[in-house]
């Protein structure tokens, strides 16, 4: 059976996700941000709470202020190292969509159609159970893709099954990361947007 997808979530969200993260596994996150958009973030939850947080396998936080994508993982309430190339490939009051892919010894991430960066496991993919988003967002769909292989499988899969990105195809999507589904608001489609504040997140990667 097909994960079902999530629709129009309140921000900020906190869903779990189908049968957990495991190689293969891709979760595609379209939305869009409002002009004066100054940050927001998709993280990757090793349970629902956020006040305590929960720890963090994969946190994206998009700072258009800074003009980077912050990776970094979250233990016992700990930051670990942030990672910070790359740059900013997203626009404020633009339309976006986020792919992040689960291999066996990392996550790759795509930003509108393009590989973005890849994040070594720092926590377990098997203990990720929920994805949250929250601060200057707006979500129209998140989409789980990606059927659970046999338990005696799970773990079996070579890196290399998952490496090749192939040619990009024409369609609004990342090269490998498979067509592109839900749908997606297209630039400068922003009317009524409103803007949803940056939560004062107890605890932030600095």
């Known amino acids: ?10 921000i ?21 941000t409002p002009p004066g958009a100054q940050r927001f973030a998709i993280n990757l939850q090793c349970g629902p709470n956020t006040d305590p947080r929960d ?3 994969l946190h994206l936080n998009f700072r258009f202020m800074e003009m980077c994508v912050v990776r970094n993982h979250l233990t016992a309430m700990n930051w670990g190292v942030e990672e910070t190339s790359g740059g900013m490939p997203l626009s404020r009051g633009e339309s976006f969509e986020a792919l992040i892919l689960c291999e ?18 720092r926590v377990p993919y098997q203990r990720v159970s929920h994805i949250t988003v929250d601060g200057d967002v707006m979500v129209q769909f ?35 990361y498979g067509a592109p589904q839900g749908t ?3 630039k400068n489609n922003i009317a009524g947007v409103v803007r949803v504040s940056v939560l004062s997140l107890p605890l932030k990667s600095e």
């Open 104 to 121: 066996p010894q990392s996550i790759k991430v795509a930003l509108n159609g393009m590989h973005f960066c890849e994040f070594p496991h």
């Open 184 to 186: 997606p608001k297209h």
């Open 12 to 32: 900020p969200c906190v869903h779990p996700i189908p049968w957990g993260l495991f190689p293969g596994r891709m979760i595609r996150v379209q939305g869009n």
């Open 55 to 57: 720890d963090i396998a």
């Open 142 to 176: 998140i989409g789980f893709e990606g059927a659970q292989p046999p338990p005696t499988q799970m773990y079996a899969q070579s890196e290399q099954a998952f490496a090749s990105y192939g040619v990009p195809p024409p369609a609004y999507g990342a090269p490998g």
């Open 1 to 10: 059976m097909a994960a079902q997808p999530i629709y129009n979530p309140v």
